[in-house]
Structures are given as structure tokens and as C-alpha cells.
């Protein structure tokens, strides 16, 4: 039986890995545990053709096993598309801690799970993900060096997130351009959801581009902390999903855009950093297609920090990080383009494209 997520009451009725929807072949799955430090993480790694499966370790205190399974393995899938689209040679791979950060992260732990990546032999690289820091990734480089995104002072690209926010921002400005016209964001209004790493940075370059922007987090302390810094309005109201604004930032976590909040929502454009925004990525893709709503691929825009941590590989500049960034810009267009051309979801077109990529490659590579 195939299904997606579950409840776990129900998991025994289900092939829990091979036969779910989030296990889109990936090759390997890891499942790794250590009493003494109390680590208990899942490496996904869903595709190697274009290179060693990179994607950055998440720690999350998930209600149960299976949402850290669902999660990791929707999130190393995505990370195969947003290295293939990007013209990077890397895989697709990510790995989840199960725990609070907050509360359970020690260094101890780190440098197991770093045991871990290491055992792997370069399959697999990381970088952080949510609850992460470059900090943490530095900890991991003292047992393996199978681990980017670590800090500027021992060789790193540093942190990846204000990358990744500006490349959000030039995927925004595309999509502006397709839907309004003009990449101009001043004076439109923009809903800012995760001020985090990356929804931070994001809502500097809103803010200096003059854009209305709105923000929304679970954090108070973050909401004001962001507040004073740029003169945001924080959100006030119950249900962002039915509020009135131009583009919509999901910058926390993903599948926000779901059976409950898609046709509620009233943004004219999505563009955020959020992995895995869309739910169901056909059928609420198509939806949003359907309703006009221009999506701006996340795996798309949100490659900036991807871009960063591979140049920590590749050995190239600021500066030709800053330009591959940039050129998110144009991708983007000439995706929303094609979508509209083809009559298909801006996701489908974006998929198109990696895919082919890797199918070529796979056959360059059996020759
Ligand atoms: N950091 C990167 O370079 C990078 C790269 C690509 C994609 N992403 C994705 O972008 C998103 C944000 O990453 P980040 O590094 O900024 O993470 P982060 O942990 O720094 O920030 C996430 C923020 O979202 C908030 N949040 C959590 N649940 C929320 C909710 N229901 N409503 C509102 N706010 C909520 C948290 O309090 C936190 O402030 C994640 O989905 C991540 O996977 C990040």
C-alpha cells in the first residue's frame, strides 16, 4: 500500500519507506543512533548521478518518527532538483535529528553525528538546515570533513542564509516582473512567514526596496527583535491565509500551502525560502495555476545558500557566488514563462528541467 503521511496508529497497514509518496527512489536511507549522546537522525540520500548527495541536517522535535522520515525524505528529493536546476554537480541528499535544539543539542551529539556522515565516505555532505549553525557544522568538520557551510576563519563560505535570502529576493522580483509587470517591489506588500536566518535577511532587502512588509512568527522575542530593527509591521490578525497582500514569503517551514489554506489564500504572488512549500506539489500546484497565483518554484529560488556551501567545494569567489545567485533572476522567468507556454504548473516546468538534466548526465555516465 502507498500512502503519504499517516497516522501512526496506522503504520502498520503501510510499507512505511519503499511504499509512501515522499520515497521517490531514493537511493539509501540512514538511520542512525547513539544511547550516549541520545542522537537519533535519518541521511536521506535520494540521487548521486550529478554528484555527492549535499543537503544541510535539520533538528526539529518531530511529534513521532514517521513525520522525521516523511520530512527528510521529501527534503533530500528536493535537495536532487535544486542542485540539477541550479547547474551545480551535486546530488540531492539531507539529514533530520530528531530533538528540540534548543534544549538537546550538545557538541557530543554533533561530533556523533558527524561520526556518522563520515561513515558514509563523502556519499553524503552537510551544511545546516533549520536549528543548525555554523557553529554546529564546525563541530562536525573535527571528526569528518564530509560537512560544509562552516565558518569563514577554517575555510568555510561562512553562513549561508543571506544568500539564500537574496536569492529569494531576485526569484520574488522575477515573479513580480511575470505577474505585475515590474520587478519593482516598492510600495507592494509583502508577508514576511519565519523571520529567521533567511526571513531576516529577506525583509532587509524589502525594506530597503521600500516594499509594505508584514511579519509573522511563533517567536515573540524574534518578532520584536526584527520590529525595531526595521520598522516592520508585525501581524496581528488570526489567519494569514485570508488576508489581502501581493506576494506571500513562506520562510519557515514547508507545506503551508495545503487543502486547509490554498484556496483562502489571496497573494497574487508565493515566493519564499520555505523547502517544500506545496503540500501536494501537482495537485496544489495545479490549483494555485488554476487560480493565478504565480508560485515561484522553492527549490528554484531558494538555492543561494546551496550555490554558497558548493563554492566551499569548488574553490570559486564572492563574487561568482553573488552572480550565480543572481542569476536566479532569469531562471525564474524563463520558468514562469515556459509554464505559461506549456500549460503547466511553474513546479512541472522547474522539475522538467532538472530531471532532463539528470537523465542526460545518467546516460553520459553509462557510456
Ligand atoms: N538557511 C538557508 O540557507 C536555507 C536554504 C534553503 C532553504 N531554507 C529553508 O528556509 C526556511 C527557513 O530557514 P532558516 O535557516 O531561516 O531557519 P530558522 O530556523 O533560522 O528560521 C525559521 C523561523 O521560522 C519560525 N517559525 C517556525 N514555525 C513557524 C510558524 N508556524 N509560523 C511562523 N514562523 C514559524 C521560527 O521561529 C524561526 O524564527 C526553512 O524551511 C529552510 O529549510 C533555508
Redesign the pocket.
Known sequence: MVTDVINTKDLHKVDPVFGQQSFDNHEQVVFCNDKDTGLKAIIGIHNTVLGPALG?T?MWAYQNEWEALNDVLR?SRGMTF?SAITGLNLGGGKAVIIGD?KTQKTSELMKKFGEFVHSLNGKYIT??????TTEDMDTVREVTPYVT?ISESIGGAG???P???YGVFMGMKAAAKFKFGSDVLEGKSVFV?????????LVEHLVDEGANVTI????QD?LEEVRTKYGVTIYGGNDIYTESMDIYA?????A?INDDTIYKLKAAVIA?????QLAVEEKHGKILQERGIVYAP?FLI?????I?VYAELEGYDRKEIMRKTENIYNTTLEILSNAQTHNITTNHAALNIAQNRIETRKKENSK
Do not use: F, Y
Open positions: 544541510g535539520r527534503l535544486k535544539a551544511a545546516e538546515d533549520v536549528g543548525m557551510g553562513n549561508p542564509s544568500i539564500t535570502a512567514q519565519g523571520i529567521g536566518n533567511v526571513g531576516e535577511a509573522s512568527d511563533i517567536s524574534r513562506p520562510c519557515a517551514l514547508g503551508t519564499g525560502a520555505a523547502n517544500n522553492d531558494n538555492a543561494g545558500g546551496i554558497n
